[in-house]
């Protein structure tokens, strides 16, 4: 199957970009193209208008703001995985990037174009809200900052209003100190995952944080102080899987509890 017939404006800054997904509310902005353009040539997504982003070289860097790693929405997953920047997160990013897939997709496939797209296995909606990263937002009536936990509202929906675009990625900076577990399920390098749970514990902030992912929505975020230690015990793991919030179930279930065993077993004692 191709893609229906569409036009292609490419918008020379960002405020080119929010103009004209006014103009048309039913454009839709591109990146690397590693998921909109399958969903194109399914006739998944059938827009008049493609939004070309590539030329916005001002959504391409990345640097540090304070506490902040602040990463631009262009940035490729291969830019994130090779590491050669300044990283926050003790290797974290490189970590998630490098399990992205293939290096084809890598190459081209970006941060900001996985987390709009927000499909529930995709590894950046999990790894940002883990991070407990912020993002900024800009539209019609200006910019916003959101929690990344807060910016996936179901499967392939976001927080993003009408003629709005991710415009940064600000992750907090770890301590010297902290750990971070990322683990997940696939049945073969480069799909999708069938399950994901990821998990932060920072000595410094006192934060520890875990993360569900993959599952049929949103990611489910739990964080708490002495969360690890907690999670040691396998009754606690048990109750925390049969939670409502999660609703997982079958080999699904399975799947999530092995992955919390290790991530706990990484991060225990951390606090």
Not at 7 to 31: N, T
Not at 182 to 189: D, E, V
């Amino acid at each position: 199957m191709k893609a229906i017939d569409y036009r292609i404006e490419r918008a020379p800054d960002l405020a080119g970009v929010i103009d004209a997904l006014q103009a048309d509310p039913f454009a839709k902005p591109i990146a690397g193209g590693q998921s909109l353009g399958a969903m194109l040539n399914l006739r998944l997504a059938q827009p008049e208008c493609v939004i070309d982003l590539a030329g916005l070289d001002t959504l391409k860097g990345m640097h540090i703001d304070g506490d902040d790693m602040v990463i631009g929405p262009l940035v490729t997953h291969a830019t994130l995985e090779d590491g050669r920047y300044e990283d926050a997160t003790g290797g974290m990013l490189a970590h998630v990037a490098g399990g992205i897939a293939y290096r084809a997709v890598r190459n081209s496939g970006t941060i900001g174009g996985s987390l709009c797209h927000a499909d529930p296995a995709a590894d950046w909606i999990a790894a940002t809200a883990a991070l407990g990263a912020v993002f900024e937002i800009q539209g019609p009536d200006g910019t916003r900052r959101l929690a990344a936990r807060e910016f996936m509202t179901s499967a392939f929906e976001t927080a993003l209003a009408e003629a709005e675009v991710l415009s940064a990625i600000r992750v907090p900076a770890l301590g010297d100190d902290a750990r971070w577990s990322y683990r997940k399920f696939c049945r073969k390098t480069g799909e999708f995952a069938l399950a994901i749970v990821s998990g932060v514990a920072d000595a410094r902030t006192g934060i520890e944080r875990l993360v569900f992912s993959a599952l049929d929505g949103a990611p489910v975020v739990i964080e708490r102080a002495g969360l690890f230690e907690e999670l040691a015990e396998t009754s606690a793991r048990d109750a925390l899987l049969d939670d409502e919030l999660l609703s997982l179930t079958g080999h699904r279930r399975a799947l999530h509890a092995g992955l919390l065993a290790d991530v706990v077993a990484d991060l225990r004692g951390i606090a």
